[in-house]
């Protein structure tokens, strides 16, 4: 059996919690640190779901002194 790698868990309950209304839209929702903090892991695994969720379109990232993310759909 395929172990599933973390940042694609955290990418699938960012997901359900879009769909469920947990976030607004155009409303910064989330941050690396947030992602670190509340599923505690590395920087490098919260950039990386992060980054995922940008790349299939369901967020857009605001690079200021925070990296924010904001929710597309």
């Given amino acids: 059996m395929k ?3 973390l940042y694609s868990k955290i990418i699938d309950e960012l997901k359900e919690r879009i769909r469920t209304g947990d976030f607004e ?3 910064p929702f989330v941050t690396e640190e947030k992602i670190t903090k509340e599923y505690n892991v590395s920087r490098i695994t919260a950039i990386r779901a992060l ?3 940008e790349k299939i379109g369901v967020i857009y990232i605001v690079f200021s002194t925070l990296c924010q993310a904001i929710l597309i759909l």
Avoid: F, M, R, W
């Fill in 25 to 27: 839209y155009d409303v």
């Fill in 51 to 53: 980054d995922e969720l």
């Fill in 3 to 5: 172990k599933i790698p």
